[in-house]
């Protein structure tokens, strides 16, 4: 019995150890500790610290730093609500392959409420989809319903729902039956 407790204080005090290395590593600009320090602000639900961390970040071009920025941006957590910082964010993260930052663009471009936005909406909506992301592929879905961007196709709106809805989120079945 008394290993055990041996072995939890002595990763306790590596916890602690790892901690402070990580604060010390990013107030010296480190921008991975920066980007796991914004992580731990964010969890911990001090937004304005995580979002202050996530940008020193990814201004060092931390692409891991940006997505969760730009959802700041786009959600108003911890920052003022601006879809063009949002899209700043999220553009190199989605370049790059990131489903959710490209779901992200998606729904910044299908708010400017154009015909441009929305074909620009449904260019990141179908990659984002296209690569399993549930919310890309109801955001898709939504586009093919509503026509927006693209012809109205219920067909094709109802296969992407259908792709959505068999990931078992409730979320997405419910809204897919009130669209």
Partial sequence: MEIYKVILVLAIIAAISAA?????????????????????YFVSKDYTKAAE????????GNIDAQFPLGNMYINGEGVKQDDAEAAKWLYKPAENGDCHAQYG?????????????????????????????????FGLGVAYSRGRGIPKDNDEAIKWFRKAAAQNSEKYKEAAIKE
């Fill in 20 to 40: 402070i290395g990580v604060t010390y590593m990013a107030k010296k600009g480190n921008s991975d500790a920066q980007y796991l320090m914004g992580v731990a």
């Fill in 53 to 60: 961390l996530y940008r020193k970040s990814a201004e060092q």
């Fill in 105 to 137: 663009l998606g729904l910044i471009y299908a708010r400017y409420n154009t015909e441009q936005g929305f074909v620009e909406a449904y260019k990141w909506l179908s990659k984002s989809a296209n690569q399993g992301c549930v919310e890309g592929q």
